[in-house]
Structures are given as C-alpha cells and as structure tokens.
C-alpha cells in the first residue's frame, strides 16, 4: 500500500457513517491503522450530521488483531488503539460493528467498544493471544467477562479458541447474525439506535459480580497457570479477569496494561511469535520462479498400505480428495481397511466426527491389489519399506505405470531422493513428501526438492500440503533432511554420555528440565529401538557413518538383546505397562560397552553438561545444514523440531533457542567440548556459519542465504 494512501476512511450511507479499515491481507491493527483510525473518527467528530456509525472492514476478514509484527517495534504500546476504543465506546452516537471472517485479538476487542455487534454466518470471533503467549491487551480481560460471564471469558481467552457466530449470539457476544454482508444489517440497527434515542450499552458500564459459577471458574484457572508454569500468560489472565469482576474499571485496565507488557518481553511470547510467523513463512522461495503453475491434484494414489500409508490415505480423505491405496499383499490391505475404518470410529466415538462424515472419508479411500489402479491418480506417493533397492524399483515401476505429468512421491525419511527419482526416468515429476507418524494427526511434511524436481511439482506439493493442514518445510538431498539428521548427532552424544556413565533417567530429567517433554531415551523407547537401530546398522552398511567403532553402540547393543524399547517391555528403561523404570541392565551393559572400547567411565556427570553436548550438537548441525543450503532458513529448522519432534513450543525450535543463549555462548561450548572429547571424527568442528555469525553478534533467525 503506498504510504500516503490511508487505511481508514469514512464515508456515509445517508445520514449513518461508515468507517472502513482497508489493510491486506488481515486488517491487522499496525501503528498506522490506529493513526488513520483516530483521524477518521476526528472526522466524523466533525460531520455532527451523521446520526451514527458502522465499522467494517473490507477483504476476506475482519480485523485479526493487533499487528503482530509491529510487536517488536520499540516503543510499541497499546495505549494508543486503547484510547481509541475508550473514545468509540464514550461517543454518544451509537457505533455497529459489522463483522465477518475472523475476529480476532485486538478485532474483537474493537467490536467489543461498539454499541452493538452484527456478525454475518460463519464469522468467528475469539481471542487467541494466548497462543503468541500474550494476554488480550486492548482491555478484552475488562470487557469480555461484562458481555458473557466470567466462566465464559475465562474459557475463550485462555483456550483461545474461537466461537462460531452462532455459539456468539447464544453467548451474548454479537446481538444479530446476518445472511451474507453483515453491512446492510449493521447500517439497519445503527439506525435503529439512532432513532431509539435511549441510553448506548457501553460494555464497561455493564455489572458484574462473582459468583459461585465465576469463583469456580477462576479456580480452575488458576490451578491450570500453576499446572502450566512454562505459560506465565495463563495466570496473567486469570489475575486480569477476576479484576474486571472485584475492581474498578481503571484498575483492572491498568493491571492488564502491565501484565501485557510484561509478557510481550517474556521468552515464551518471543519465541511463539517467532514461529506464528516461521510457520507462515515455511515454503516460501521454494519453488524456483514463482510464476510456476501449480498442477491440479484431485486423486492421491498410495503406494504401501502399512502405518504410514494407512496414515497418509487419511490424511487426504480427510481433506476431501479421492485415495487410492495400493498393497499387493491382501493381508495388508485388509488390515490397513481395518485400522482405517477403527480410527473413523474412535473419531465418531469421540464425537469429532459425525458418523456420515466418517462414512464419507472412508469411502473416499479405495484399496486395490495392483498398482495400474494408480494410472488415472494425479500425485502417487510411495511408503514401501525404507530400502534404496526396493524404493527403486518401486519408483521404476510408477513411472511407467503413472499418466505422464503425474507427481511421483517418495515418503523415504532417510534415503537420497535423487536415486529414486533417477529410477522413474522422469525425475522432473518426483519430490519426497516426508510425512511423520501418525501422517494423518502430525502437521509437519518435510518436502525434499531433488537436483531435478521441476519448480511446478514443488509448488503443487507445498501448496497441496497446506489445503490439507501441514506445515510444509522445503529442503534439500541429503541423509535424514533436516529432522533426522540433526536428531542422529542429538542421538550420538545421548549414547556417548550413556557409555561414560550418565544414566538414562539423568538425561531424561536434563534435557526435560529445559522443558521438552521427553527425552531422548524415552523418545526412542516409544519410538522404537529396533527402527532406530536399523537406520543406524544401514548407513553404516552403505558407508555412510563415521570411521568410529564406539558410534551408537548402545542401541545396537539393546537391539541384539531384544531389547526394542517400550513394545518389548525393555529398550534403555524397563517398563511396567508405558512406566519407564530404571534398569541395572542397561547400566551394566552400558558399563561393558565402556570397557569393550576403552572408554573412561566417570561418577558425575552433570546436568549442564548433558544439556550442553546434545542441545549445542543439534544446534551446530542445524548450522551446517543451513551453510549446505539443504535448509533455506533457521526458522524452517525450528517449524521441524516443534512440528515433527516435540521440540516445545515455548522455547520456539533449537535455532531460536540459540539465538536466545546467545551463539557465542553455543561457540564456545563447543569448543570446549572439542578439547574435552578430542575431536578425531569431527563431532565437534563448529559449522563455519555458526563460527562467522557468532564473530559478527548475529542471530541465525536473520541469516538468509545469499542471493536470496
Ligand atoms: C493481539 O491482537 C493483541 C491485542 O490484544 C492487543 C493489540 C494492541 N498480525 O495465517 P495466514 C498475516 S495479538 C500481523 O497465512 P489464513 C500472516 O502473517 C493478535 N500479521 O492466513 C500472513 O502474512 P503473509 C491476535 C498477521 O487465512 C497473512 O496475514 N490475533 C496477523 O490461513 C495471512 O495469514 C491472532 O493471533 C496479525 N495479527 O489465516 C490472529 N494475522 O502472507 C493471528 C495474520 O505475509 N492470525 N497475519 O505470510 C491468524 O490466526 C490467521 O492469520 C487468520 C488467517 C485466521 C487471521
């Protein structure tokens, strides 16, 4: 938008004011937005003869909130859009809020100061800060629980989850629902009050008391911040809100003034911001041109009817596109029909799902025995066993079999792309779709651009990823891609400290303590040894490990004893039903391993070490793969970690968290641990992009590729 264009205006529909907010893509409340706001309502200050006010906002949406971007700004405030809304509420002519797709934080806080709130069908009004770690700060604590109730308030705004416009009216948060453009509606009822002439509803007039329900409600609020220390917003909010029903209107605003500010500069808000926006972010670039036209994709065939197969079939029925699910094994097929059809009635059992919508996804999945049932499909996706050999002549098989312009895909986790896609003889069609199990609940999709992928093919598969609900992360060829990859050397120094002498419920409650919400010992357990076990005994087989005999043993090693975690009842724990329980086995053979390759074992190995050697080895492979140009952009590696890995959110990806130790710090560690550990193998040489922006007092989140 050019800068002298204003992004509110007023005009009128005879004697009734229309304000309009015009900012792309989401009427988000940027300092300029609240600046034009203010001069347009100077201006119908100005026009006396206008009887009454509607506020609208044109595009796709109502105002999403406050600009989130701009949060970051210096100086940044809410007082001055808070001033604003006192003044709309004040005025003695009545104002409509005319609301339509999503309204959301400081949106919904605007028509919360209107006089009266018309939502067209399917609007939906929430507010979600709690999700950016924030609280409301344009007085929604103050004057949500006037309009709907304490219980009510407390629900939406730490669930932060949206009402449906009719759930609103039925809470008493908009007062009509219109068919269509909520403007004509809104226009009637600002006449309407305007001829009424009585006294406005100002919501911060309105009373309310705490009663038992309310007392309840902020009990369970509360108990819910204690229980969720790592979201200090939780209880901010719960303080804000039984405010608004025991103190006087300033004080409650001021009390959410200052719990707003702080929390905007609290670690968890920073880093839930940093991925609202690396999650939108993901994809981009991508493609080469970005003219490139997106092929079209209706029918989704899948090659492989086990866990992952089964689970990227749904994945699509669920988005409503036609699957086709290929396994020449009946056996397969008939389990994976059986499994498909248990999770669609867990889902209707559950009620998240009607019982003919269930029927309808599962319909939309037909299975077949031979894969010239895949001809006529638009994007194959083949999830055999992971093995090159067999992948190969899979992809061999399909680039016969599939009707020219056809997207070929490997869901291969570890395997070199560009050898499949050479087996098809038409490596322009391929690209990895990497998904993550269950493929039909977890969001991430790493999507591996081969040397030859066409920019067209890339583009369809990112943008189909996000209409069906992943978070598409682009990247290059290489072993694991980014997820595994970094998760192998997080892997390495979690054995390499098992051998010297750290027990695995030391590790755990180390790496926990920073708030993950297992750790690696635990995560491979449930995982499974046995597949953990088996990626490593192939890339050593294919040559593709360090010339280091004393590399992962301690998972071989359970691996040979059975020993494949939770499904066995033993892996690095025991366990007693999913307890994991401390077990001398594996001290002792951990002890053995020590010995067999002359490893010196010691008594105290600390927490800061654990957490050093893992988080900074992950953080340095990060680096690499960001200086090998196979991840575009730290944060992609942060939508990975917190997408696919559990990595938590609060703490927003191992880059971001980086960032906040501080790179140098990570430098130095490294270092540090390269002198401790000897570096033969070069586990510890430190990524030359990591060492330049350390020198420089860089962050990895503003590194961009060159050129880009
Ligand atoms: C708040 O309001 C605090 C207040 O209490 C006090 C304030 C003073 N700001 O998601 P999409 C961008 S906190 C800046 O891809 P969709 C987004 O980055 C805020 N930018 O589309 C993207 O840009 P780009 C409370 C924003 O259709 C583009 O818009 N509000 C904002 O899938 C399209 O977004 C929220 O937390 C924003 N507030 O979903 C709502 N919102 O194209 C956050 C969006 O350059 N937003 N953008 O990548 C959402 O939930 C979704 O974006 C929405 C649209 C449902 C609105």
Known sequence: MPPDQLTVTLDADGDIGILTIDHPPVNALSPTVVRDLG???????????????????????????????????????????????????????????????????????????????????????????????????????????????????????????????????????????????????????????????????????????????????????YEQARDRPQEPALEAIARCVEAAATMPWERGAELERESFEHCLRSAPSRALRHLFFAERRVGRRAGGPESAAARAVRHVGVLGAGTMGRGIAMCFADAGLDVTLVDTAPAALERARAAIGQVYEAAVARGRLTPDAALERQGRIRTARDDTALAGCDLVIEAVFEDLALKREVAARLGRVCRPGAILATNTSTLDVDRIAEATGRPADV?????????????????????????????TVVQLAREVGKVPVVCGVCWGFIGNRMAEVYMRETEFLLVEGATPGQIDAAIESLGMAMGPCRMLDMAGVDVGARTVIERDRDGGLPADPAYRIVCRALFERGRHGQKTGSGYYRYEGRRALPDEATLALCAELAQRHGIARRQAIG??????????????????????????????????????????????????????????????????????????????????????????????????????
């Open 39 to 221: 001069a347009s309502l100077d201006e119908f200050d100005r026009r006396g003869a206008l009887r009454a006010l509607v506020l609208r906002c044109t595009g796709r949406t109502f105002c999403a909130g406050g600009d989130i971007a701009a949060f970051d700004e210096p100086g940044f405030s809410p007082a001055p859009l808070n001033a604003l809304l006192e003044r709309l509420e004040a005025g003695h002519r009545p104002v409509v809020a005319a609301l339509h797709g999503t309204v959301l934080g400081g949106g919904l806080e605007l028509a919360l100061a209107c006089h009266a709130r018309v939502a067209a069908r399917g609007t939906r009004l929430g507010l979600p800060e709690v999700r950016l770690g924030l609280l409301p700060g344009s007085l929604g604590t103050q004057r949500l629980p006037r309009l709907v109730g304490v219980p009510r308030a407390l629900q939406m705004i730490t669930r932060g989850e949206p009402l449906e416009a009719g759930e609103a009216l039925a809470a008493g948060l908009v007062d009509t629902i219109s068919d269509g453009d909520p403007v004509p509606a809104a226009l009637d009822r600002a006449r309407a009050l305007a001829e009424a002439g009585g006294p406005l509803r100002r919501t911060r007039l309105l009373p309310l008391a705490l009663g038992d329900e309310a007392r309840q409600a902020l009990a369970q609020a």
């Open 607 to 708: 927490t800061r070490e654990i957490v050093e050697r893992l988080m900074f080895s992950l953080v340095n492979e990060g680096a690499r793969l960001l200086g090998e140009g196979i991840a575009a952009r730290a944060s992609d590696i942060d939508v990975v970690w917190t997408a696919g890995f559990g990595f938590p959110r609060h703490l927003g990806g191992p880059m971001h968290w980086a960032d906040e130790t501080g790179l140098e710090q990570v430098v130095q560690g490294l270092n540090r641990w390269a002198a401790a550990r000897g570096n033969a193998h070069g586990y510890w040489s430190v990524s030359p992009l990591l060492r330049a922006l350390a020198q420089g007092g860089g962050r990895l989140a503003r590194w961009e590729p060159p050129g880009a």
């Open 431 to 459: 690209v990895g779709m990497h998904f993550f199990s269950p493929a039909h609940v977890m969001r991430l999709l790493e999507v591996v651009r081969g040397a030859r992928t066409d920019a067209a093919v890339l583009r």
